[in-house]
């Protein structure tokens, strides 16, 4: 196969995680793929020497792509995309070749009679009967159904393979919104995902927090300004805002003998009283 359809968006969207080696060695086996049309070999001694990879860390690599986009069958390493392709271009060689033996296999004056059959000479012609079972070459480009790849691009969006569960988010709760995104047909993407830390921070909750209350919600979205005031998180009371036993002790013995007009408190750590100036009375001797 001297083509294959190279969809840009579906390739970066599937390997944007890779490394640059596990990068190239996707790229080199899928073009060994395509060029055999069949599987890749068990042993991996060959596969390495079918994409060149000389270094331990190429090695490392190829078998890393392989366990993450081929299958291990008996025929070898399968990647079920390729074969969709090499079954698309197979099935219009199919046709292109039943066509020519259609053609030659109608009568001979049906033939020089047809107003699109250009003039046939023997010696001359370019395929005969006798080349109407041979491979036509392949197809340049061979298109991919429409449905089938709106199809496919929908079950990669909700696919959550692409992102794995952020740090502080426990098991349970990552789990639970997994399971409602799918019940939703909503997609679980690292855009997806930011957008998520984004609210939580917002709403100065932590994203398992979050989390819990989205999926208590049972909504497809949440927003930080949704939340109810019973779900945001409550202040924490600090040391100044307690007051402690001896100061409580000492405010009311202050209440009873200065009475509750004489005193008032404007910090918790400083008690005002009214205080009188005495001075004169003292001059006086009353």
């Not at 000479?121 to 009967?129: G, I, L, Q, R, Y």
């Not at 480009?141 to 429409?146: N, Q, R």
């Not at 992102?163 to 098991?171: A, L, N, T």
Request: a positive charge; charged letters at 35%; glycine letters at 4%.
């Amino acid at each position: 196969m001297n083509y294959f359809p190279f969809h840009i968006g579906d390739y970066l969207s599937a390997t944007r995680h890779l490394s640059w080696d596990e990068d190239a060695a996707y790229r080199r086996l899928l073009d060994a793929y395509y060029t055999s049309e069949k599987p890749l070999p068990t042993d991996l001694r060959q596969v390495f020497r079918l994409v060149v990879a000389s270094t331990e860390t190429q090695r490392e690599a190829v078998e890393t792509v392989l366990k993450e986009f081929f299958e291990l069958t008996d025929s070898g390493w399968v990647n079920r995309r390729a074969e969709r392709e090499l079954d698309a271009m197979r099935d219009k060689q199919q046709k292109q070749r039943d066509k020519a033996n259609k053609r030659w296999q109608k009568p001979a004056g049906e033939r020089s009679n047809a107003s699109a059959m250009p003039v046939h000479v023997d010696s001359d012609a370019a395929a005969s009967e006798k080349h109407a079972d041979a491979m036509p070459p392949t197809p340049t480009p061979t298109p991919t159904p429409k449905k089938e790849e709106k199809k496919e691009t929908r079950k990669r969006d909700l696919s959550p393979s692409l992102v794995v569960r952020p740090d502080g988010v426990s098991e349970g709760v990552w789990v639970d919104w997994l399971a409602l995104r799918r019940k939703k047909s909503a997609p679980v993407t690292p855009t997806v995902l930011q957008g998520a830390e984004a609210e939580a921070r917002k709403a100065g909750m932590s994203l398992d927090a979050f989390w819990r209350i989205w999926c208590t919600r049972g909504s497809q979205g949440l927003q930080a300004d949704w939340l109810k005031p019973s779900e945001r998180p409550q202040p924490v009371a600090t040391r100044h805002d307690i007051e402690p036993e001896w100061r409580r002790r000492e405010r009311e013995r202050n209440e009873a003998f200065l009475g509750p007009a004489a005193i008032r408190r404007t910090d918790p750590n400083t008690i005002e009283a009214q205080i009188r100036d005495i001075t004169p009375d003292l001059l006086t001797g009353s």
